[in-house]
């Protein structure tokens, strides 16, 4: 799934004229969808980051997007907890993944560049 960003928004829902997570007018592919308790979507998505740094995950609002492509990733896998819902790579969805990889445990890279390179072929 690819989507564009058209709006920058920040955490309160207010439009901005920047972010340095995302670009308007570029494409992302989306890492994993969240719904919130309030039943908002978000869209995971690879943050702007240095070339060669450990990349940075993020959620933001789907209203900062339109969608390009609703092409769904083979690995991803649907989740609940609760009041909160999403989809995302079923690997990611192992205990203590995003801990380690928010944390740049080297061994949680493999298993993100694997399940990543997995969504970027597959909506090429």
């Not at 799934?1 to 989306?30: D, F, I």
């Not at 083979?74 to 192992?94: H, L, T």
């Not at 203590?96 to 969504?119: L, N, S, T």
């Amino acid at each position: 799934m690819k989507v564009r960003c058209v709006r920058l928004l920040n955490a309160g829902g207010q439009e901005v004229e920047y972010s340095p997570w995302l670009t308007l007018g570029r494409v992302y592919h989306v890492m994993s969808i969240f719904i919130d308790e309030n039943e908002r979507r978000w869209y995971g998505i690879i943050n702007c980051h240095p070339r060669d740094e450990w990349p940075q995950m993020g959620n933001h609002q789907a209203e900062c997007f339109e969608v390009v492509s609703e092409i769904i990733p083979s690995n991803w896998s649907e989740w609940k907890d609760g009041k909160i819902s999403g989809i995302s790579p079923a690997a990611w969805q192992a205990s203590g993944f995003y801990e380690a990889f928010y944390d740049h445990d080297p061994v949680a890279y493999p298993i993100y560049e694997r399940e990543r390179d997995i969504i970027l072929r597959e909506d090429a």
